[in-house]
């Protein structure tokens, strides 16, 4: 499915749930930084997430599913350093193309070299942002 049809079908959220990998997160992520800034992009993401998992009953109340405000963020913060470590000089045209660019996206536990398990997961990092406890995540230029 081309760029164009996944943001249609991930905004009217008739994209299947078993299309909601963790290749379309990374590849809707791309695209929304590539239309606006960081903190643009995580504000409609987040309000998109959210609306996506209710349309497909995924249960906010448990820890281990639904939306994470830290998950959210750290990815999108990673997928914003690559942009910017590679935008110059590995130029690409589609989101299929920068994921296939950047297989240190590949792993959906990417977010394990940042951080432990328990502190992604508590309580706590569902609602609100919670630095990591492993290694800093990577410093962004902002513009």
């Known amino acids: 499915m081309d760029d164009v049809e996944l943001l249609q079908k991930f905004?009217?959220?008739t994209l299947s749930f078993d299309q909601w990998t963790h290749r379309a997160h990374v590849k809707?992520?791309?695209l929304h930084l590539r239309q606006f800034t960081f903190d643009e992009a995580l504000n409609y993401l987040r309000t998109r997430i959210k609306r996506y998992n209710a349309a497909h009953?995924?249960?906010?109340d448990l820890p281990m599913r639904g939306y994470n405000e830290t998950t959210t963020r750290a990815l999108l913060h990673l997928i914003a350093a690559v942009m910017q470590a590679y935008e110059k000089s590995h130029p690409v045209q589609t989101a299929d193309e920068f994921y296939d660019m950047h297989p240190q996206l590949h792993s959906k536990?990417?977010?394990?070299?940042?951080?432990?398990v328990d502190r992604r997961m508590?309580?706590?990092a569902k609602t609100k942002f919670i630095?990591?406890?492993l290694t800093p995540l990577p410093r962004l230029q902002r513009p």
């Open 131 to 133: 630095e990591p406890d």
């Open 57 to 60: 009953n995924v249960p906010e």
């Open 11 to 13: 905004e009217d959220c």
């Open 28 to 30: 809707v992520a791309y």
């Open 109 to 116: 536990h990417v977010l394990r070299f940042f951080y432990t």
């Open 122 to 124: 508590h309580p706590e």
